[in-house]
């Protein structure tokens, strides 16, 4: 059930004044729900409990973290149609894709689960002492990965489960043995706390600490600004705009301590096709990309906003067809008034720039919230020298660029900021003749596909959801599969430490089976 | 032979007009070599060359680096006695020190070799496709490590070699295929030169490509200022100060494009002493404590610069004993009247401090640039309440805290900033009953050693070398052993790439024969 208040931990509190609620986009109108935003004293309070729930929750074992995870994914799917209910009224988005981010944000949870209940994660890295050694001995020590502390987690607007309350970061941050406090994302309030009910509920259950979790309602910024500054927080994770993420990034290094944030932020996913590929296949990939481009309503953080090809016929008629294929899709509704407000403002402040053509604009009437697809075309030389046209415009807007060459093209894509994926489309052997052109695209991308699409990502091991700034704030990290757990934690050495004191993944008779390295060498064997 | 020039590349240039010598402590007079502080354009040409070498370092062979690195060694060795003798007369270390630890920085730059010319380090991680799986096909994805690009490093005053020109930051990068561009520290300026030529002829035998490494001499923050802001450069270094530290983590952050910095800064490296301990080994401990606070002057980053005990006539006698051996022992000569500057300053800015008792202060003259050892005591309680008592003062000195008891003790540890190490000295099984003091200690440190002394940075995987802040400006990393390689490496995907356009460490056929995660299998097969 909604009530509209904050989890200050596992209890539930309104005393602030402000007060907003959700909107639906497909019908346009207000959902009922009153949600209150946090006050200065509840944040406090859900810090002061996360501080106080990490001095156990940090050496709790690996077992009782996954049947924590573990509960809250069974909680998530036991508020069943009134949690797809509320999704689908909170965010325009059809109930397939409510039940396909459920499925995924479940996964998520079960596969961080698996990965602290087996416990090899900690990276348990031991030398053993050589007390003979000259000229000094050696000393006994032996490192693992530790939690950093209560992290911040700001959900994002377009994946209000899979990466909001108990999306990626949450469970990520909980596995590494992080207490969590959630800004609630004010578009989708009603998700939020649903969500957040599951994970108190799973708490509680499986006896964690008061303060693992807390849900803090927000309109404004002012409650993510005092909580990104406040001391007892050690980290942040945020998945949102430049300007949004940046803004956060700014506060966490001002601190007195400045704390580790991770930012996925924009993207344009550039996508290179190479001319044999365009002329042996240019219809096909035209429909295909016209469906990867409007895709949930072109608001995926992969959605590829920049087609990069070399002047041709083949070139100008896959233009041709992609702009008749894009038409054809039939509209579909945005998040919310604001995002349609924002996605149609910044098209046309692309498409206000000199020398750009619109190859297609959607034209027919569409219902309120809906967003008409739209493709422009410019050349290369105008590209590298207006920086307005490298920026994103979130929904399903793409340009193409018409470079003169392979020269141009690697001059294109060295002038491109960080991005979360590049794409390369090309025939056989083709690719081998473009090695710059490819080797600047791995310079300035997390992920590289060849002949597929940028969206879908797969929540796998081998997957980086990251790169460059403005991809992300930090490159070194990803946000999507089991290594974002790496965001949370931080090396610790023991030296010297007695074998009954040391935490089980260091122990000598390695009681989890875990593997290891040990002197050097990966074993689960016992010392 | 020391020229007192930049190396721009493989060329040396001295263009500027600002020049500056180095200074023998022990002699009190300043050395003969005049050194010529980069200019802007030396420094953009440093930076341009730095990244055209990118291009082609970034994917050069494990095999090829660790060539490169063994060669640097073989360098270092062959500048044989210059390198010990300019060595000592810029810093007043003797010269048993310098063979030590040119040692250890042999062994780093060969431990790297080993590690980049194994291959294993890069972390692949391949998941195969699954073509037939529902509702989407899976595509194949494989993942490992690659260089961020162009890292500035900041040697330290106190680590000539180890931590200097090619030292441990450097060492690290290029391993990861990172061209690097040392702002040589001035007090060491001759030392760094000559380094910087044997990292020069090393790159030009193993056929390195030019801009791989840069030296650039500076005296005052200007170089350095530039270097951290230039868009060139994708990644920082430091050792040195909390102030110096700050600074740059400030224009690291403040960045259009932020980049990564590691800095590793200040630490009091508390030691906590329990009570069974101190009335059965006082004396002992005095005498080890008394040679570990005054080991090297002082002038390591792990100096035990706080002791921590529980009041009691021990603990009385402990600090009278203390207080006799180390005036007892013979002062030593700090690497630079600045410095001697500094830890006089601060150490009277401690005693200035009201309700705090001057334990011993060496008290006979000593030569110029030598510095006097001192320990003062104080009670809990005054500590707690006077933050200028936590800060380091960089030298031979120490402050007994006496606390009234665990909980106290416990309150004096969870107010302390973030630091590199933490000690317990314990008897038998007195340890288990301080678990909360140990907790709380734990929380604040990178690295805890059970009875013994901070001093003495292990090279090997499971040391960490950093903590919170301000130990360190992030403390997911450290600045020792082989992992201090992640600090200039990011993540990156492949996506259904075609194995033949793939990196080594990624093919089907292995290979390298390097260990890999295969569909969450740790393995070196073949795929």
Not at 91 to 119: H, Y
Not at 205 to 222: A, D, H, Q, W, Y
Not at 254 to 260: D, H, T, V, Y
Not at 510 to 517: F, G, S, V
């Amino acid at each position: 059930m909604i009530t509209g208040k904050n989890y200050i931990g596992d209890q539930q509190s309104a005393n602030g004044q402000t007060t907003y609620t959700t909107f639906n986009p497909q019908l346009n109108i207000e959902n009922s729900h009153v949600f209150t935003e946090a006050t200065v004293d509840e944040i406090n309070e859900a810090t002061r409990l996360a501080s106080e729930a990490f001095k156990t929750f940090r050496s709790i074992s690996g077992e009782k973290k996954a049947h924590f995870l573990n509960a809250i994914a069974d909680e998530i799917l036991a508020l069943d149609d009134e949690l797809i209910t509320t999704y689908c009224s909170e965010t325009g988005l059809p109930e397939g894709r409510a039940k396909g981010e459920r499925g995924r944000t479940v996964g998520q949870l079960r596969t961080f689960a698996e990965l602290v209940g087996e416990g090899s994660w900690v990276e348990a890295t031991i030398d053993t002492a050589e007390p003979e050694r000259q000229p000094m001995p050696k000393s006994d020590i032996r490192k693992l990965m530790v939690p950093l502390g209560p992290v911040v987690v700001f959900g994002a607007s377009n994946f209000p489960l899979a990466y909001s309350t108990a999306g990626g970061d949450t469970a990520a941050a909980l596995a590494a043995g992080c207490p969590v406090i959630v800004k609630s994302h004010p578009m989708h309030a009603g998700t939020g706390e649903l969500v957040a009910s599951a994970i108190i509920r799973a708490a509680d259950k499986t006896g964690m600490p008061n303060g693992v979790f807390s849900n803090l309602n927000s309109r404004g910024i002012e409650v993510g600004t005092q909580l990104v500054k406040h001391p007892k927080v050690k980290a942040v994770g945020f998945t949102g705009s430049i300007k949004g993420g940046r803004a956060l990034y700014d506060l966490a290094a001002q601190r007195e301590e400045p704390i580790p944030i991770f930012a996925e932020m924009g993207s344009i996913n550039p996508v290179v096709i190479l001319p044999k590929a365009i002329k042996n296949r240019g219809e096909a990939l035209a429909k295909t990309y016209a469906s990867s481009i409007t895709l949930g309503t072109g608001q995926f953080c992969t959605k590829p906003g920049l087609l990069l090809g070399i002047e041709s016929d083949a070139l100008s008629h896959f233009v041709t067809t992609l702009s008749e294929e894009i038409v054809n899709i039939e509209p579909s509704c945005m998040l919310h008034p604001n995002i349609v407000g924002a996605y149609e403002t910044n098209k046309a402040k692309a498409i206000a720039q000199t020398d750009l053509t619109v190859g297609v604009d959607y034209n027919s009437e569409v219902q309120p919230n809906y967003a008409k697809q739209t493709i422009t075309i410019v050349k290369g030389s105008t590209f590298i020298e207006n920086p307005t046209l490298h920026q994103e415009v979130f929904g399903p807007y793409s340009i193409v660029v018409q470079c003169e060459g392979a020269n141009q093209l690697e001059q294109v894509i060295s002038k491109l900021e960080g991005q979360l994926t590049g794409t390369v489309i090309a025939d056989d052997t083709e690719a081998a003749n473009y090695a710059e052109v490819i080797s600047a695209l791995q310079n300035r991308v997390g992920r590289i596909i060849y002949n597929g699409v940028p969206t879908g990502v797969e929540v796998c091991p081998s997957m980086v959801h990251g790169g460059p700034y403005p991809a992300s704030t930090d490159s070194r990290f990803t946000a999507v599969g089991i290594h974002s757990i790496k965001r949370w934690v931080r090396p610790f050495s023991y030296q010297d430490w007695p074998n009954e004191l040391l935490p089980s993944e260091l122990k000598n008779e390695n009681p989890l089976e875990i593997t290891r390295t040990l002197n050097g060498k990966f074993t689960n064997q016992k010392i």
